[in-house]
C-alpha cells in the first residue's frame, strides 16, 4: 500500500514510525512532514490546510489510505473532500471535528446528553464576560472558541489575569474573531484518554498523562506539551471503566444523534475530581505529545488498525504492557519568541527512540526550527524505570538553544 500521512510535527513522526512497522505499507508519504519524518517517508512540500492540493496528489500517487494528523486539516474539511473523492482517509469529517474546533459545540453537547463536565458560561461581549467573572469565584478557566494551538487556555487566579485574558480574547483577538467559554475551577489530576472510533464503536488506548507548562513543577505558561507518559498508577480499572461507559461512548453516541457521527481519534482530556471523572476538553485527533508515548505500545498492525476503523470493521489491538516516558527539549523562549538554526549533536546516541516536532536539515546536520523541537522517550518494565531512563537519554541531547523539563512523570507517584 502507497499511505499518506498529513501532519509535520513529533505525532505524525511517530504516526510514520508505527505505519513504516507494518508489512502492507510499501511507501509511506507525509506533507509537508520535517527533518526526522525524512528518514521514514518522502517529504512532500504541501501544507495541511490545502486540502485540494493534498487530494490531487493522493489520486495522482493511488493512495490507498490517509491519516491525519493536526486538527487544523480537519477543520479545514480534508476528510470531507477526501471522502467525496471516494478516498480511504482517517479522520473525522469537519462537522465531528467541532467537538475540538470550537469549545461551546462541545460544551453544549455534553450539557444536553449528561457527560460530566464543569459548568460554564459561553460570551461574545467583552462587559458581560467580566461582569460573569466579577460574580464568580476564582480561579476560573477561560477558553477561547476556536483552534489556538493549544495556547487559547488560561487559569486565572486573579481577577486581573481575567481581565488580561478576556481582552486578549475577545477585544483584541489575539486568537482571531471569535466567543469566550468561561467554566468553573475544576481540581484533581488530568489524564488523556485517546479512543479509536467510528460511529458508536469506540476501543481505547492506553491512558497518558501530558505536562502542559513550560517549567518544572507546572511552573510558567501553557505549551504544546512539555513531555507525557503512561501508564498511570492513579487511574483504577474502575476509572476507566467509569470513563468509557459515561464519557467515550456516549459522547460518541451523541455525536451520531447530532448527525455527525465521528471516526477518527476521539481525544478525551479528562480529569480524576473528588466528585467523579469530568471532560476538560475533547480533541479530534491524535493529541501530541501522548502519541509519541502511546504508539510506540501498539503490537497489532497500525495501517491494518486504521483501515479497520475507516471501514467500520473491527479491529484487531494489541499493547505492549511495558511503561512509556517522553520528554520534550524545547526553543529557550518557547512559548514565547524563540530563535531557530542551533545545531543539534547527539541524536544517534539515544537509546530510545526520538520523535522530531521542530528541526530542519542543514548541511547533513539536525537544527533547531520550531517551539517544540523533539521529544525523547524510553520503554521500561516501570513507570520509574523508565522516567530515569528518559532523564538520563535526554542529557545526551547537546544544543545550545534548548531546555527540558526535569520532573516528567512525578505526577503519578503523587496522588
Known amino acids: 500500500m502507497k499511505v499518506l500521512v498529513v501532519g509535520s510535527g513529533g505525532r505524525c513522526h511517530a504516526i510514520v514510525e508505527a505505519l513504516s512497522k507494518s508489512a502492507q505499507v510499501d511507501k509511506i508519504f507525509c506533507a509537508p512532514g520535517n527533518a526526522g519524518i525524512a528518514a521514514l517517508a518522502e517529504c512532500v512540500a504541501i501544507k495541511e ?75 461574545e461581549d467583552f462587559d458581560a464576560a467580566w461582569e ?100 498511570l498508577p492513579f487511574i483504577t480499572d474502575e476509572d476507566l471503566q467509569y470513563a468509557m461507559d459515561k464519557i467515550m461512548r456516549p459522547t460518541a453516541a451523541a455525536m451520531v444523534e447530532e448527525g455527525c457521527s465521528f471516526c477518527g481519534v476521539l481525544y478525551g482530556g479528562l480529569m480524576k475530581t473528588k466528585s467523579g ?9 491524535f493529541g501530541d505529545p501522548e502519541t509519541e508515548v502511546i504508539l510506540p505500545r501498539l503490537k497489532s ?19 505492549d504492557e511495558q511503561a512509556t516516558l517522553g520528554v520534550v527539549l524545547a526553543s529557550k523562549g518557547y512559548p514565547g519568541s524563540y530563535e531557530k538554526g542551533y545545531v543539534i549533536e547527539g541524536i544517534e546516541e539515544i537509546d530510545g527512540s526520538i520523535y522530531h516536532m521542530g528541526t530542519a536539515s542543514k548541511d547533513d546536520k539536525y537544527v533547531t526550527s520550531g517551539g517544540r523541537v523533539m521529544i525523547v522517550v524510553c520503554k521500561a518494565p516501570t513507570l520509574r524505570e523508565a522516567q530515569q531512563k528518559a532523564q538520563a537519554e535526554v542529557e545526551k541531547i547537546k544544543c545550545d538553544n534548548l531546555f527540558h523539563r526535569t520532573d516528567i512523570g512525578d505526577k503519578a507517584f503523587k496522588y
Request: proline share 4%; aromatic share 10%; net charge negative.
Open 49 to 123: 490546510t490545502a486540502v485540494e492540493e493534498l487530494k490531487a496528489f493522493a489520486v495522482e500517487q493511488g493512495i490507498e489510505l490517509t491519516v491525519v494528523g493536526p486538527e487544523v486539516a480537519l477543520e479545514a474539511g480534508i476528510a470531507d473532500s477526501f471522502k467525496a473523492a471516494n478516498l480511504r482517509i482517517f479522520g473525522p469529517e469537519k462537522a465531528a471535528a467541532q467537538i475540538e474546533c470550537s469549545k461551546q459545540f462541545a460544551k453544549d453537547l455534553m450539557q444536553k446528553y449528561n457527560i460530566p463536565t464543569a459548568e460554564y458560561a459561553t460570551f
Open 301 to 319: 498492525d497500525m495501517c491494518q488498525v486504521f483501515c479497520d476503523v475507516a471501514d467500520g470493521k473491527t479491529p484487531v489491538i494489541e499493547w
Open 132 to 231: 460573569y467573572v466579577k460574580a464568580g469565584s476564582l480561579p476560573t478557566v477561560l477558553k477561547y472558541d476556536g483552534l489556538a494551538a493549544g495556547k487559547g487556555v488560561v487559569i486565572a487566579e486573579t481577577l486581573e489575569q481575567a481581565e488580561e485574558a478576556l481582552r486578549d480574547m475577545l477585544q483584541d483577538e489575539k486568537f482571531g474573531k471569535g466567543k469566550v467559554v468561561i467554566e468553573e475551577y475544576l481540581e484533581g489530576p488530568e489524564f488523556s484518554l485517546l479512543c479509536f472510533v467510528n460511529g458508536t464503536d469506540v476501543y481505547p488506548m492506553p491512558v497518558a498523562q501530558d505536562h502542559k507548562r513550560a517549567y518544572d513543577g507546572d511552573k510558567g505558561p501553557n505549551t504544546g506539551g512539555m513531555g507525557a507518559y503512561t501508564e
Open 277 to 285: 471523572i469530568k471532560v476538560i476538553e475533547f480533541n479530534a485527533r
